[in-house]
């Protein structure tokens, strides 16, 4: 009998145990992790502009004087090849030694070795039969050039007399044709070639003063 009024209670008790433990909230193992706001990667720095490098300054010159040279017109003569005639007569009458001094500024129309043949064939002589004058032959080259004047063909005076250290006169048009004294024609074949004493223009023929 006792046996009978123990077991209900024996039953009783684990289904009061069972239903404790079911309404039991299980702990949470884990502790809660706090997630903190993600720092943003640093970033590279950026890119500075490109430093500028100041331009170096700029010599303002007059172009032409960069194309001056150092040489005197007695010098350039001396080293043209189409100008070896002009150098062999001014050596003979002396004048070589005044268009290579710096003590001084000179023009000259330098008369080429072709318009030395052309005036041995007008003449009808050979070139030492030309060079012997030497009175002559120095009359016709200072007839060649302008004194103390640096004249550029920018400045050219066109269609007025221009002295010549020979005393007389030629005249240049605004086609670069020279007339001299004679009634002789001389195109100007190149221009502004600047000496440390002056500048030369090349001539195609010759000038002949009066006699």
Request: hydrophobic share 40%; with cysteine.
């Amino acid at each position: 009998m006792l046996k009978k009024s123990l077991l209900p209670l024996s039953i009783a008790a684990m289904m009061s145990l069972a239903a404790c433990s079911n309404n039991t909230t299980p702990a949470d193992d884990t502790d809660a992790v706090t997630t903190e706001p993600a720092t943003p990667a640093s970033t590279t720095e950026a890119e500075s502009a490109p430093a500028v490098v100041p331009e170096a300054p700029i010599d303002e010159m007059d172009p032409a004087a960069a194309n001056v040279s150092d040489k005197t017109i007695g010098e350039i003569a001396a080293e043209t090849p189409d100008l070896s005639l002009l150098t062999e007569a001014l050596k003979d009458v002396g004048l070589d030694n005044t268009l290579m001094s710096e003590n001084g500024r000179f023009t000259v129309f330098a008369p080429t070795n072709a318009a030395f043949e052309a005036l041995l064939t007008k003449l009808n002589v050979t070139k030492e039969q030309l060079f012997e004058d030497k009175e002559m032959l120095k009359a016709v080259l200072s007839y060649h050039v302008i004194p103390e004047q640096e004249v550029k063909a920018a400045d050219i005076p066109y269609d007025t007399d221009i002295k010549t250290v020979n005393g007389q006169t030629f005249m240049i048009d605004k086609d670069n044709m020279i007339t001299d004294a004679s009634g002789n024609k001389a195109s100007i074949a190149k221009t502004d070639i600047l000496a440390s004493n002056g500048v030369v223009h090349v001539i195609d023929s010759v000038l002949l003063p009066k006699e």
